[in-house]
């Protein structure tokens, strides 16, 4: 294929303004799918995603489309649009020249469309936007495109009209690819954008060629390791493997070469010809990881097992940062760095799902860094400045000068009846305002500064359910400020668990203990003896809740001699106990960890 008939672009939007489903229409339009109802979001891969009607994994087809006489390749990227993955968002525009940025009619520009916007211009891809539903009955098209003029400084005129679900103008779309995104000129090089395991052919790379062409039989280098490898099979995905000789420039494909180890294929690495060696692409920007927490096996046997399916795991999102550790009560494990709550939520039920892994995960936690004063630990760790991301290894303070919690820049767009609900749930989050503007008659935009750890963990929840899910929210990073942080214990009869202990403001200590001892008394089944559940700081006992003693008896409800209602009943109490993590002699159920820090 001549590189000036190929288009690389993505589709970036806000979450549920229609992406995957105006992707499902192109995929028709080009036949690469055929149009049925079974169809529906092609590429919406992972158990997880169908089930939660999410794009958490970015998907790549190739599309063949005939425009005045000719043929054109159009290699198309999914992407996913919560806040949690704007990492897959990068890497996907890393690969392209230009993104189809989609704005629902019925509600205009959102959270995300500002992030993905700016994720766009500033690599100075070709943008085309795009107001999506149309057909809706409430649609209004001319208020999104006023505001992609206000905020964007894109001209309303170059806004395309579309219904994805009835396909409405979406043959426009494909005009435009062609149109207003520039061919890919580079020069010979591909980069590794995504990759997987497989049991059988081992790593399967996804490529962006921007340069020159690959062909089954070649040589290649991987720049990071410098290993070379033989390609034995290379493809097209339409959006199935279809296996071809060759992979030329500006296509997107798949590659298969020989590596067995996950850490073979690194995502952001640059492949190349072994006769001709190049300078490296960039890369990618490393993802940095918001929340921390502990993953155990259930059971220590389980340890090598889970160990393959985390790395497996992370190899297909390397956005997870891995490190060993280990814990009194739990033995040895994994602390894992996540982008958000929800993409740590996603990580655990893929490893349950697509491994059949069974783990607990302990309360996470955001990256919070201590200034020593302590000679003593200067020299142990090599810096004055640390960074903790286990709540057990929090330095006390007679050792530190200064604890710095992170913070970062949230933006919040919402109809303005309800800012006055919303400036008080951020006041109560600790969050200092910034900025607000009113993007039309009825749409504010707010912005403030906020404690990193007042939002990761329920924050989302909280903004969408109290504006009936109209207001929007994203995130960015915004350095790290000083502030008063404890170490707050959670004891069970008396006994500290390390799995519960938080970092927590001073301020908010008594309050958070007291909702944490609330929680566990919820969540923790009554046993054969009374327990007390207390949160203390250092000797101070702050908040206490008893856990009355009650014997559990299921057999009690089968009168008679029914044995097979006996058995199925012991063994439904069984599987129950499996769910249970044994802290000392109390049963706590697995999901407790996380779930204690949602406040109600
Ligand atoms: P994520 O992948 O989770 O980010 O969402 P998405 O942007 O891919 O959205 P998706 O395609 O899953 O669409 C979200 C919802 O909007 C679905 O229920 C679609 O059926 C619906 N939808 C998409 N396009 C249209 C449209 O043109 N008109 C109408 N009425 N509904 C649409």
């Not at 980069?191 to 062909?215: E, K, P, Q, T, W």
Request: glycine share 6%; with cysteine.
């Amino acid at each position: 294929f001549p590189v000036d008939r190929i288009r690389n672009f993505c589709i970036i939007a806000h979450i549920d303004h229609g992406k995957s489903t105006l992707a499902d229409r192109l995929l028709e339009l080009t036949g690469a799918i055929a149009k049925t109802e079974k169809n529906k979001q092609v590429l919406d891969k992972l158990q997880v995603e169908r089930e939660r009607g999410i794009t958490v994994k970015a998907q790549t087809a190739s599309l063949f489309y005939s425009h005045q006489g000719e043929q054109y390749l159009l290699n198309l990227i999914d992407t996913p649009g919560h806040v949690d993955f704007s990492y897959e968002v990068s890497r996907s525009i890393s690969a392209c020249q230009g993104v189809l940025l989609i704005v629902d009619a019925n509600q205009g520009i959102q959270a995300q469309t500002v992030a993905n916007f700016y994720l766009a211009f500033e690599a100075q891809l070709a943008i085309i936007p795009v107001i999506n539903k149309i057909d809706l009955k409430n649609a209004d098209p001319e208020r999104a495109e006023s505001q992609i003029e206000k905020v964007f400084d894109i001209p309303a005129e170059e806004c395309i009209r579309i219904s994805a679900k009835l396909g409405t103008n979406v043959e426009k779309v494909l005009q435009a690819v062609v149109d207003r995104i520039p061919p890919p000129d580079h020069p010979f090089k591909a980069l590794v954008f995504d990759s997987n395991f497989d049991h059988y052919r081992g790593v399967v790379a996804n490529i962006a060629v921007f340069g020159g062409r690959v062909r089954k039989g070649d040589r290649i280098v991987s720049a990071h390791l410098n290993k070379t490898y033989e390609v034995n099979e290379l493809g097209l995905l339409r959006p199935d493997e279809h296996p071809t000789q060759r992979l030329f420039a500006g296509q997107v494909g798949y590659i298969i070469a020989g590596m067995k180890d996950v850490k073979e294929a690194q995502i952001g690495d640059t492949l190349y010809l072994q006769e001709q060696p190049v300078e490296p692409l960039p890369g990618f920007k490393p993802a940095k990881a918001m929340v921390f927490a502990g993953m155990y096996p259930v059971d220590q046997s389980e340890y090598p097992g889970l160990r393959s399916a985390i790395d497996r795991l992370t190899l297909n999102d390397s956005s997870v940062t891995v490190q060993r550790d280990s814990s009194l009560a739990l033995g040895a494990g994994w602390r894992l760095g996540f982008l958000g709550l929800l993409h740590m939520e996603v990580f655990n039920q893929r490893l349950e799902q697509e491994y059949n892994a069974s783990v607990i995960v302990t309360a996470p936690t955001v990256p919070y860094r201590a200034v020593l004063s302590s000679a003593k630990l200067i020299k142990e760790h090599g810096s004055e400045e640390i960074t903790i991301v286990n709540p057990a290894q929090f330095p006390d303070r007679s050792q530190v000068s200064e604890y710095l919690e992170p913070m970062v820049l949230g933006t919040i767009l919402a109809p303005d009846e309800y800012t006055g609900k919303i400036m008080t749930l951020c006041l109560n989050r600790r969050a200092v305002q910034k900025n607000m503007i009113y993007i039309d008659d009825q749409r504010v935009m707010m912005k403030y500064l906020f404690p990193l750890n007042e939002i990761v963990v329920d924050f989302y929840d909280v903004l969408k359910s109290m504006s009936s899910g109209y207001a929007s929210f994203d995130y960015e990073n915004a350095g790290y400020q000083t502030a008063d942080l404890v170490k707050m214990d959670i004891l069970l009869n008396g006994r500290s668990v390390e799995e519960l202990t938080t970092i927590v403001h001073r301020e908010r200590a008594y309050r958070t203990g007291k909702a944490m001892c609330e929680r566990l008394k919820d969540s923790i089944p009554r046993q054969m003896f009374e327990i007390a559940v207390q949160a203390a700081i250092g000797s101070k006992i702050l908040a206490r809740e008893t856990i009355k003693a009650y014997r559990k008896n299921v057999l009690a409800k089968c009168y008679g001699g029914d044995i097979t209602r006996k058995m199925k009943l012991l063994k439904k109490q069984a599987e129950g106990k499996k769910k249970m993590r044994r802290i000392g002699n109390i049963d706590v159920p697995k999901d407790a960890f996380i779930s204690v820090l949602k406040r109600k």
